[in-house]
Nanobody, 126 residues
Framework: HVQLVESGGDSVQAGGSLRLSCAIVGYTGNLYCMSWFRQAPGKEREGVAS???????SYADSVKGRMTVSRDNAKNTLILAMDGLNPEDTGVYYC?????????????????????WGQGTQVTVS
C-alpha cells in the first residue's frame, strides 16, 4: 500500500518562507516523477514543480525564482522550498508521484498523469 505523506504547511505572512516535505512509504524503488501540485479554494488543481528521478526539473511560471524542488532518491522524499510567498500561493499543496514522463525526460505538471497522491498540506499566506 503506497502512501505519500506531506508535511510543513503553515500560515505565514507575505514575503515569508516555508519548506514542504513529502515522504513516499510502501513503494520499493523510485518512482520516476515526483511533483507538487496546489489547489486554491474554488480553483482547479495546478502543477507547481516536478523533478524526475534523473534530475530534470520543471516549474510553473508563477513560481519560478521563488520555489525550489528537490528529491532524495535514497530516502524517497520530495522537498519544496518556498520563498517570497504571496497570498496567491495560498492553497492545499499535494505531493504526487508516477512513472509517466515526457519525451525529453521531464515530468509533466498535469495532474492526470500521476498515479499516487498525498492528502495535502495547507499553506496560507496573508
Amino acid at each position: 500500500h503506497v502512501q505519500l505523506v506531506e508535511s510543513g504547511g503553515d500560515s505565514v505572512q507575505a514575503g515569508g518562507s516555508l519548506r514542504l516535505s513529502c515522504a513516499i512509504v510502501g513503494y520499493t524503488g523510485n518512482l520516476y516523477c515526483m511533483s507538487w501540485f496546489r489547489q486554491a479554494p474554488g480553483k482547479e488543481r495546478e502543477g507547481v514543480a516536478s523533478v524526475a528521478r534523473t534530475g530534470e526539473i520543471s516549474y510553473a511560471d508563477s513560481v519560478k525564482g521563488r520555489m525550489t524542488v528537490s528529491r532524495d532518491n535514497a530516502k524517497n522524499t520530495l522537498i519544496l522550498a518556498m520563498d517570497g510567498l504571496n497570498p496567491e500561493d495560498t492553497g492545499v499543496y499535494y505531493c504526487a508521484a508516477g512513472n509517466l514522463y515526457q519525451r525529453d525526460f521531464h515530468c509533466s505538471l498535469a495532474a492526470a498523469v500521476y498515479t499516487f497522491w498525498g492528502q495535502g498540506t495547507q499553506v496560507t499566506v496573508s
